[in-house]
Nanobody, 118 residues
Framework: EVQLVESGGGLVQAGGSLRLSCAAS????????IGWFRQAPGKEREGVSC????????YYADSVKGRFTISSDNAKNTVYLQMNSLTPEDTAVYYC???????????WGQGTQVTVSS
């Protein structure tokens, strides 16, 4: 059973930083993308950033480019999202998502709340 366990959310003042972690377990496929989505109150879930297992290529939403950095520790099957220069607009529940790129199956974590105060 695939499991994604997120941690690292919390309350931070504008301009501050947080680092999210997502530990993935229970999968054996090699070609996958893992990353982060977020959902703010009253808004649709949106993609924030992801990283490919095959070549380490990354994706960032325009709204976080230059402020967020995604990285992975393949030995630990863990992906990190370093979030700097946070603004109240970054307030959301952040979800980790794993996608099997061959079978197009996806799994979601339970979400972690990030709140940025002004």
């Amino acid at each position: 059973e695939v499991q994604l366990v997120e941690s690292g959310g919390g309350l931070v003042q504008a301009g501050g930083s947080l680092r999210l972690s997502c530990a993935a377990s229970g999968f054996t496929f090699d070609d996958y993308a893992i990353g982060w989505f977020r959902q703010a109150p009253g808004k649709e879930r949106e993609g924030v950033s992801c990283i490919s297992s095959s070549d380490g290529s990354t994706y960032y939403a325009d709204s976080v480019k230059g402020r967020f950095t995604i990285s992975s520790d393949n030995a630990k099957n863990t992906v990190y999202l370093q979030m700097n220069s946070l603004t109240p607009e970054d307030t959301a529940v952040y979800y980790c998502r794993l996608e099997d790129l061959l079978r197009h199956s996806t799994w979601w974590g339970q979400g972690t709340q990030v709140t940025v105060s002004s």
